[in-house]
């Protein structure tokens, strides 16, 4: 298929916008943007954009995660959530939460923590890096976190704690400013991505250190992945729906999929978090659940499309 990179930026920044002036305009208040009175007023600012920023910058900081553990792990279902990274954030989020509850950034320090434990188990018992007993490994760590979790909130579901209907405009500023940092230095390094498409042996012959070029893009996917965990949650499933469809539009080089990335994991994330509050008003669905049933049926189609080919390029 011939790949049409305007095109599909095109298509997908006006699809962005449509939704975001839908996401700002109906709910269980509609809102209309050109006549505000005061309690219009307060649901738009004070409700609705901080959470459709959230969503926004969410959705891009998981998008570019899961494209950095896809090429690093050369693994084509790679994701933070179903590798564990995620779940690791969320219980050391909430250990450092009873510990320390008055230490300043204590949730974001205590996810990334949790981001890199979970990740350096991972790694520890996957040295060779097997793509198949790597999430298998991946969903062990998930399912043993997850465990613990309920552990200290038998009660709640992990996802009840943290959310975009709780998103305040204190947690989008910390999330914007992480996440572009992040992000900025994603599109700064996305070309490495394109050095592990070859061989270790030829990598270490053009100069390269394999092992750094690896653990930097590996490094920033746990901090993105972290991030987001810490202000919103676990979200699952962006990671491995984007960079496919991304790679699909855009083509397979990392200078090209991990911007589109940024804009097509904010559009479904956004569109997930806009569905479930419009479903069934004036309850709510949360993203989540949202994309763990869109999620599901795309990781089996990714399955059985790969067959034998087990990397991801």
Known sequence: MKKHPVWAYSSLLVALLVLITLALTQGATKVTLTALDAGQFNTLFNIRLPRIIAALISGAMLA???????????????????????????????????????????????????????????????????????????VALNAMFSGIQQIFTPTTSSSSAVSFATSTWSTVL??????????????????????????????????????????????????????????????????????HVSRYFVGHDYRQVVPFSVLAGAFLLLLSDTIGRLIVMPNEITAATILAVIGGPFLIFILARQGGRRHAS
């Not at 553990?69 to 954030?89: C, K, M």
């Not at 996440?179 to 053009?206: E, F, H």
């Open 64 to 138: 570019v995660a899961g494209d950095f553990f896809q090429a690093a792990l050369r693994n084509a279902i790679a994701d933070p959530s179903i590798l564990g990274i995620s779940a690791g954030a969320s219980l050391f989020q909430l250990i450092g939460g009873l510990l320390l509850p008055t230490l300043l950034f204590n949730k974001f320090i205590f996810a990334l923590l949790g981001g890199l434990v979970a990740f350096l188990l991972l790694i520890l018992f996957q040295k060779k890096m097997d793509p198949y007993r790597l999430i298998l490994i991946g």
């Open 174 to 243: 910390f999330l914007v400013v992480l996440g572009i940092i992040g992000l900025m230095l994603a599109l700064v390094i996305a070309p490495w991505a394109n050095y592990l498409k070859i061989g270790d042996a030829q990598l270490k012959t053009l100069g390269l250190s394999v092992t750094g070029v690896r653990w930097s893009l590996l490094l920033l996917a746990v901090f993105l992945t972290s991030t987001v965990t810490a202000s919103v949650g676990i979200l699952p499933f962006i990671g491995i729906i984007v960079p």
